[in-house]
C-alpha cells in the first residue's frame, strides 16, 4: 500500500506533472535610429501604425530632452583644457579672414588653379599694432569641379601666401569663403537646359521613327513572324536604345558655375599662424 501511495499519480487536475513550468522571459524590444539614438516607446508607436511623421519633429523633441540627444553629450564640468596665453609676439589666431580678389577667373567643367590678392592689410590678433600680410600678397589655391544638379557655390580651398617681398606662407587646406562667410563662392550657373531639351527633342525623333518602322501587329503573331519582321524590331529597338542613351547623357551633364575676376573673396584662416616679425610697422 505505501509503495502504491507513493508512485500513485495524483487525482487532482493540474498536477499530472512534477514539473514546474514556468514561463520564458522576454527582454523588452529596443529600437535604434539610423543615429544609433534608441527610441522611444511613442516613436515605437508611431512607427509600428505607420504615422510617423515626414518632418521628424519626435527625433527634434529627443534631441531636446537629452536622454539620448545632443544635448546629453554637453559637459557639465569643468573643462579639461585650461587657457594658453600667446606664445610669440606676432601671431595670426585662427578665425582670422583674409579679405582678397580673384584675379583669375573659375570655370567649374574642370578643375583647377585659381590667383587672388589680397585686397586689405591684414595685422596682428592680440594688438592690431603690426602688418602681417600686406596688400598685394598674392593668393595660390585651387577649385573643385564636382557640381550637383542645383548647386549654386563653388568649393575652393587656399594653398599658399607669396608676400610681395617674395616670402612664401604655406596654408594649405584653408577654405575660401565669400565677404558674408558663406562657404565656396557664388557665381553665375548655366543648367545646360538647351541641350537637355534638345536631346529630348532628338529622342522623340527616334521614338517616332521606331514606331513607323515597327508595326506593332506582327508582335501579336510572333510565331509567324517574316525575316523582315525580324529585322524590323531589331532596327525599332536599336533605335529605342540609342535614344535612351541619349537621353540619360544629356540628363547626366551637371550644371557650369562660372566666377569673373574681380569677384571678392576671403580665407578663413584654421589654424594660428606664427611670424617670425611683421612686414613692416
Known amino acids: 500500500m505505501k509503495v502504491q501511495a507513493l508512485t500513485a499519480k495524483p487525482i487532482a487536475e493540474g498536477f499530472e506533472s512534477n514539473e514546474i513550468k514556468q514561463e520564458p522571459i522576454t527582454a523588452p524590444v529596443m529600437r535604434v535610429d539610423s543615429n544609433g539614438r534608441v527610441l522611444d516607446s ?128 604655406n596654408i594649405a587646406g584653408s577654405p575660401g569663403i565669400d565677404r558674408a562667410g558663406y562657404s565656396g563662392i557664388s557665381g553665375r550657373v548655366n543648367e545646360h537646359l538647351g541641350k537637355m531639351l534638345g536631346a529630348a527633342l532628338f529622342a522623340s525623333v527616334f521614338i517616332a521613327g521606331a514606331e513607323m518602322i515597327y508595326d506593332k501587329d506582327s508582335q501579336q503573331n510572333s510565331e509567324n513572324k517574316s525575316p523582315s519582321d525580324v529585322a524590323a524590331e531589331s532596327t525599332a529597338r536599336s533605335i529605342l536604345e540609342m535614344g535612351t542613351r541619349l537621353m540619360n547623357k544629356a540628363s547626366d551633364i551637371q550644371p557650369t558655375i562660372t566666377v569673373r575676376p574681380g569677384k571678392k573673396v576671403g580665407i578663413f584662416v584654421q589654424q594660428d599662424v606664427v611670424f617670425p616679425f611683421p612686414y613692416f610697422e
Do not use: C
Open 42 to 169: 511613442g516613436t515605437m508607436a508611431a512607427l509600428a501604425q505607420g504615422q510617423a511623421d515626414p518632418n521628424g519633429q519626435a527625433k527634434k523633441q529627443e534631441f531636446l530632452r537629452g536622454d539620448n540627444g545632443g544635448a546629453a553629450f554637453i559637459p557639465q564640468d569643468y573643462s579639461q583644457n585650461v587657457p594658453l596665453p600667446q606664445q610669440f609676439p606676432y601671431e595670426l589666431k585662427a578665425g582670422t579672414v583674409i579679405p582678397g580678389l580673384l584675379i583669375s577667373g573659375i570655370n567649374s567643367d574642370l578643375p583647377g588653379n585659381i590667383l587672388a590678392q589680397v585686397s586689405e592689410n591684414v595685422w596682428d590678433t592680440a594688438t592690431g599694432k603690426h602688418v602681417l600680410i600686406p596688400k598685394g600678397t598674392k593668393i595660390i589655391g585651387v577649385y573643385d569641379s564636382e557640381v550637383g544638379y542645383g548647386q549654386r557655390r563653388v568649393l575652393l580651398l587656399r594653398n599658399r601666401l607669396v608676400l610681395p617681398n617674395g616670402t612664401s606662407l
